[in-house]
Protein backbone atom coordinates (compact mmCIF):
# COMPACT_ATOMS: atom_id res chain seq x y z
CA UNK A 1 0.00 0.00 0.00
CA UNK A 2 1.23 3.31 -0.93
CA UNK A 3 2.29 5.96 1.65
CA UNK A 4 3.14 9.26 1.02
CA UNK A 5 4.91 11.43 4.25
CA UNK A 6 5.28 15.29 3.71
CA UNK A 7 7.61 17.65 4.89
CA UNK A 8 6.87 20.07 7.65
CA UNK A 9 5.48 23.61 7.74
CA UNK A 10 7.22 26.30 6.21
CA UNK A 11 7.37 30.21 6.47
CA UNK A 12 9.05 32.33 3.90
CA UNK A 13 9.17 35.84 2.47
CA UNK A 14 7.54 37.06 -0.50
CA UNK A 15 9.52 37.09 -3.30
CA UNK A 16 11.47 33.57 -1.60
CA UNK A 17 11.20 30.26 -2.60
CA UNK A 18 9.97 27.19 -1.20
CA UNK A 19 10.59 23.58 -2.05
CA UNK A 20 8.15 20.79 -0.63
CA UNK A 21 9.00 17.21 0.10
CA UNK A 22 7.02 13.62 -0.17
CA UNK A 23 8.40 10.43 0.57
CA UNK A 24 7.02 7.39 -0.78
CA UNK A 25 6.75 4.00 0.87
CA UNK A 26 5.15 0.94 0.04
CA UNK A 27 6.30 1.57 -3.53
CA UNK A 28 9.04 2.68 -5.75
CA UNK A 29 8.48 6.40 -6.82
CA UNK A 30 8.84 5.34 -10.50
CA UNK A 31 6.10 3.34 -10.22
CA UNK A 32 3.62 6.41 -9.76
CA UNK A 33 2.62 9.25 -11.02
CA UNK A 34 3.51 12.00 -8.56
CA UNK A 35 1.10 15.23 -8.55
CA UNK A 36 0.64 17.97 -6.52
CA UNK A 37 -2.54 20.13 -4.92
CA UNK A 38 -2.84 22.94 -3.08
CA UNK A 39 -5.45 24.86 -1.02
CA UNK A 40 -5.98 27.99 0.02
CA UNK A 41 -7.28 28.71 3.72
CA UNK A 42 -11.17 28.27 3.66
CA UNK A 43 -10.98 27.72 -0.17
CA UNK A 44 -10.80 24.44 -2.97
CA UNK A 45 -8.46 21.95 -4.41
CA UNK A 46 -6.39 23.59 -7.03
CA UNK A 47 -4.24 21.33 -9.01
CA UNK A 48 -1.12 22.42 -9.37
CA UNK A 49 1.00 20.02 -12.08
CA UNK A 50 2.15 16.18 -12.29
CA UNK A 51 3.57 13.42 -14.04
CA UNK A 52 1.56 12.30 -17.36
CA UNK A 53 2.61 8.85 -18.17
CA UNK A 54 0.97 9.14 -21.46
CA UNK A 55 3.89 11.43 -22.32
CA UNK A 56 6.32 10.66 -19.87
CA UNK A 57 6.72 13.86 -19.08
CA UNK A 58 6.26 16.59 -16.21
CA UNK A 59 2.76 18.94 -17.26
CA UNK A 60 2.19 21.95 -14.82
CA UNK A 61 -1.48 23.76 -14.78
CA UNK A 62 -0.52 27.34 -16.60
CA UNK A 63 -0.99 29.11 -13.66
CA UNK A 64 1.82 28.09 -12.47
CA UNK A 65 4.43 27.70 -15.38
CA UNK A 66 7.76 29.05 -15.27
CA UNK A 67 7.16 29.28 -11.55
CA UNK A 68 6.68 25.35 -10.13
CA UNK A 69 8.98 22.89 -11.08
CA UNK A 70 8.49 19.28 -9.95
CA UNK A 71 11.64 16.83 -9.57
CA UNK A 72 11.95 13.35 -8.14
CA UNK A 73 14.79 11.57 -6.75
CA UNK A 74 14.29 7.72 -6.90
CA UNK A 75 17.49 7.03 -5.19
CA UNK A 76 14.93 7.80 -2.14
CA UNK A 77 11.93 7.68 -3.46
CA UNK A 78 11.07 11.11 -2.77
CA UNK A 79 9.14 13.62 -5.06
CA UNK A 80 9.95 17.28 -4.68
CA UNK A 81 7.75 20.60 -5.88
CA UNK A 82 9.42 23.81 -5.56
CA UNK A 83 7.26 27.05 -5.81
CA UNK A 84 9.45 30.72 -6.74
CA UNK A 85 8.58 33.96 -6.56
CA UNK A 86 6.04 33.42 -3.80
CA UNK A 87 3.75 35.88 -3.20
CA UNK A 88 0.82 36.01 -0.30
CA UNK A 89 -1.82 34.41 -2.32
CA UNK A 90 0.47 31.42 -2.37
CA UNK A 91 -0.27 30.82 1.13
CA UNK A 92 -1.72 27.56 1.88
CA UNK A 93 -1.52 23.74 2.35
CA UNK A 94 0.14 21.64 -0.46
CA UNK A 95 -0.49 17.96 -1.08
CA UNK A 96 1.30 15.18 -2.73
CA UNK A 97 -1.36 12.80 -4.37
CA UNK A 98 -0.62 9.76 -6.58
CA UNK A 99 -2.62 10.05 -9.92
CA UNK A 100 -4.05 6.25 -10.68
CA UNK A 101 -4.03 5.05 -14.40
CA UNK A 102 -4.17 7.84 -17.11
CA UNK A 103 -6.55 10.55 -16.49
CA UNK A 104 -7.64 8.69 -13.69
CA UNK A 105 -8.45 9.63 -9.31
CA UNK A 106 -6.25 10.90 -6.94
CA UNK A 107 -5.48 8.44 -4.35
CA UNK A 108 -3.45 8.68 -1.71
CA UNK A 109 -2.83 11.92 -0.68
CA UNK A 110 -0.59 13.22 1.30
CA UNK A 111 -1.02 14.40 4.70
CA UNK A 112 0.08 18.11 3.54
CA UNK A 113 2.57 21.36 4.20
CA UNK A 114 1.13 24.29 4.81
CA UNK A 115 3.58 27.23 3.48
CA UNK A 116 2.64 30.64 4.99
CA UNK A 117 4.02 33.43 2.93
CA UNK A 118 4.33 36.59 4.88
CA UNK A 119 6.95 39.63 5.53
CA UNK B 1 -14.04 30.02 -10.51
CA UNK B 2 -13.95 26.60 -10.62
CA UNK B 3 -15.06 24.69 -14.01
CA UNK B 4 -16.88 22.27 -12.33
CA UNK B 5 -19.83 23.69 -10.42
CA UNK B 6 -21.27 22.58 -7.00
CA UNK B 7 -23.35 23.88 -4.11
CA UNK B 8 -21.34 25.37 -1.66
CA UNK B 9 -23.33 23.66 1.36
CA UNK B 10 -26.15 21.00 1.53
CA UNK B 11 -27.67 19.46 4.91
CA UNK B 12 -29.49 16.97 6.43
CA UNK B 13 -30.86 15.21 9.76
CA UNK B 14 -28.90 11.80 10.75
CA UNK B 15 -30.63 9.14 8.85
CA UNK B 16 -31.29 11.19 5.65
CA UNK B 17 -30.30 10.86 2.30
CA UNK B 18 -28.75 13.92 0.50
CA UNK B 19 -27.13 14.42 -2.45
CA UNK B 20 -24.72 16.99 -4.05
CA UNK B 21 -24.18 17.56 -7.40
CA UNK B 22 -21.36 18.46 -9.88
CA UNK B 23 -22.27 20.54 -13.02
CA UNK B 24 -19.37 20.44 -16.28
CA UNK B 25 -19.41 20.36 -19.61
CA UNK B 26 -18.83 18.46 -22.96
CA UNK B 27 -14.78 18.54 -22.55
CA UNK B 28 -14.83 17.59 -18.93
CA UNK B 29 -17.87 15.81 -17.74
CA UNK B 30 -19.21 15.18 -20.77
CA UNK B 31 -16.02 13.11 -21.77
CA UNK B 32 -14.86 11.76 -18.83
CA UNK B 33 -14.98 9.57 -15.55
CA UNK B 34 -16.20 11.65 -12.37
CA UNK B 35 -14.52 11.12 -9.03
CA UNK B 36 -15.16 12.15 -5.72
CA UNK B 37 -13.05 13.12 -2.68
CA UNK B 38 -14.63 13.80 1.18
CA UNK B 39 -11.96 16.01 3.50
CA UNK B 40 -12.67 16.15 6.91
CA UNK B 41 -12.29 19.10 9.19
CA UNK B 42 -8.01 19.51 9.45
CA UNK B 43 -7.31 16.22 7.43
CA UNK B 44 -5.95 15.90 3.18
CA UNK B 45 -8.56 14.76 1.26
CA UNK B 46 -9.36 11.23 0.81
CA UNK B 47 -11.16 9.23 -1.71
CA UNK B 48 -14.54 8.39 -1.76
CA UNK B 49 -15.55 7.68 -5.33
CA UNK B 50 -13.86 7.17 -8.55
CA UNK B 51 -15.18 6.38 -11.99
CA UNK B 52 -18.72 7.59 -11.57
CA UNK B 53 -19.70 5.19 -8.94
CA UNK B 54 -16.84 3.13 -7.99
CA UNK B 55 -16.19 2.90 -4.48
CA UNK B 56 -12.86 1.86 -3.08
CA UNK B 57 -12.39 -0.59 -0.28
CA UNK B 58 -13.45 0.55 3.16
CA UNK B 59 -15.83 3.06 1.80
CA UNK B 60 -19.40 2.16 3.10
CA UNK B 61 -21.99 1.73 0.47
CA UNK B 62 -23.94 4.99 1.95
CA UNK B 63 -22.33 6.68 -0.68
CA UNK B 64 -23.08 6.35 -4.36
CA UNK B 65 -22.26 8.00 -7.62
CA UNK B 66 -24.02 8.56 -11.01
CA UNK B 67 -23.23 10.30 -13.96
CA UNK B 68 -25.13 11.65 -16.58
CA UNK B 69 -24.54 13.76 -19.78
CA UNK B 70 -22.68 16.61 -18.45
CA UNK B 71 -23.54 16.50 -14.94
CA UNK B 72 -22.83 13.86 -11.96
CA UNK B 73 -24.52 13.05 -7.88
CA UNK B 74 -22.82 11.86 -4.87
CA UNK B 75 -25.74 10.43 -2.77
CA UNK B 76 -25.44 9.73 0.89
CA UNK B 77 -27.68 8.11 2.34
CA UNK B 78 -28.32 7.22 6.00
CA UNK B 79 -26.73 10.34 6.70
CA UNK B 80 -24.36 10.24 10.06
CA UNK B 81 -22.49 12.49 11.98
CA UNK B 82 -19.45 11.75 10.86
CA UNK B 83 -20.48 12.93 7.22
CA UNK B 84 -20.23 16.17 8.40
CA UNK B 85 -17.13 17.53 5.59
CA UNK B 86 -16.55 19.06 2.37
CA UNK B 87 -17.13 17.04 -0.59
CA UNK B 88 -14.93 17.70 -4.07
CA UNK B 89 -15.87 16.57 -7.27
CA UNK B 90 -13.44 16.20 -10.15
CA UNK B 91 -12.62 15.26 -13.78
CA UNK B 92 -10.26 15.68 -16.43
CA UNK B 93 -11.19 18.55 -18.65
CA UNK B 94 -9.67 17.75 -22.34
CA UNK B 95 -9.45 21.23 -23.34
CA UNK B 96 -7.05 22.39 -20.51
CA UNK B 97 -5.11 18.83 -20.04
CA UNK B 98 -5.62 19.01 -16.49
CA UNK B 99 -7.87 17.74 -13.72
CA UNK B 100 -10.26 20.16 -12.55
CA UNK B 101 -12.04 20.43 -9.03
CA UNK B 102 -15.26 21.33 -8.14
CA UNK B 103 -15.55 24.63 -5.69
CA UNK B 104 -16.36 22.39 -3.15
CA UNK B 105 -19.34 21.33 -0.98
CA UNK B 106 -19.33 21.98 2.78
CA UNK B 107 -22.02 18.86 4.31
CA UNK B 108 -23.67 19.86 7.87
CA UNK B 109 -25.47 16.95 9.19
CA UNK B 110 -27.71 19.18 11.79
Known amino acids: QVQLVQSGAEVKKPGASVKVSCKVS????????MHWVRQAPGKGLEWMGG????????IYAQKFQGRVTMTEDTSTDTAYMELSSLRSEDTAVYYC????????????WGQGTLVTVSS | QSVLTQPPSASGTPGQRVTISCSGS????????VNWYQQLPGTAPKLLIYSNNQRPSGVPDRFSGSKSGTSASLAISGLQSEDEADYYCAAWDDSLNAPEFGGGTKLTVL
Open chain 2, 26 to 33: SSNIGSNT
Open chain 1, 97 to 108: ATLQLVRGWFDP
Open chain 1, 26 to 33: GYTLTELS
Open chain 1, 51 to 58: FDPEDGET
